[in-house]
């Protein structure tokens, strides 16, 4: 056996560095037994169950949703906080260490309360998602469009019945955009048709 050509020696040489792993043309490893020749270039980033979805589930996808719901919340609030402070102290002929203090308490009382806000709509739209994905055992555009409605309706149900319906409304609508926006490629198609097909 040539010592130059064995997958151990440190003149090892895989023939083409195009071939297997980029930078292993000399390869020399006692733990691995196998040639690194044979090892696609390409391999697959995640490594899934067979029968299972390649993409995350509604579970998965909520803490996310709700982090970042809460900090687009606290930033849009924070923002508006900061506007209404700066006007609020100016009109007041506030200077200093006091003016200060009051733009702060403007900031982050608007950020807080938008933060929650809007948290809480995502926790409760991610609720009903996960539920109506399990008990339909599906995951598609009819559970978006019915988590958002069922999630309008609760968060403004306190408010009355005209309240409930409207916010179930505006959940509805921005639900059937996200799914137009989301299959637009569907309607795309469709201007493309051909009936010779």
């Keep these: 056996m040539n010592?130059?050509?064995?997958?151990?020696?440190?003149?090892?040489?895989?023939?083409s560095s195009s071939i297997g792993l980029p930078g292993l043309k000399n390869f020399s490893s006692p733990?691995?037994?196998y040639d690194p020749v044979y090892i696609p270039a390409t391999q697959p980033e995640y490594i899934f169950l067979d029968g299972n979805s390649k993409q995350r589930g509604r579970f998965e996808l909520a803490f996310g949703q709700i982090g970042a719901s809460c900090m687009i919340g606290a930033a849009i609030g924070g923002a508006n906080g900061f506007y209404s402070g700066l006007r609020a102290t100016t009109l007041?002929?506030?200077t200093g260490n006091l003016r200060r203090t009051q733009l702060l308490n403007h900031v982050m009382k608007k950020g807080s309360t938008n933060s929650n806000m809007l948290g809480s709509i995502a926790v409760i739209y991610s609720a009903f998602g996960v539920i109506l994905s399990y008990a339909r055992g599906a995951d598609d555009d009819l559970n978006t469009i019915a988590a958002a409605t069922a999630?309008?309706?609760?968060?403004?149900?306190?408010?009355?019945l005209r309240s409930c319906g409207l916010g179930g409304a505006v959940g509805l609508g921005i639900s059937c955009l996200y799914a137009l926006w989301?299959?637009?490629?569907?309607?795309?198609?469709?201007?493309h048709y051909n009936p010779a097909r």
């Design 3 to 15: 010592e130059n050509n064995d997958v151990y020696s440190q003149n090892y040489d895989t023939g």
């Design 31 to 33: 733990y691995l037994n």
């Design 92 to 94: 007041a002929g506030q």
């Design 151 to 160: 999630t309008g309706c609760l968060y403004k149900s306190t408010s009355g």
């Design 182 to 191: 989301n299959n637009r490629d569907r309607f795309t198609d469709v201007g």
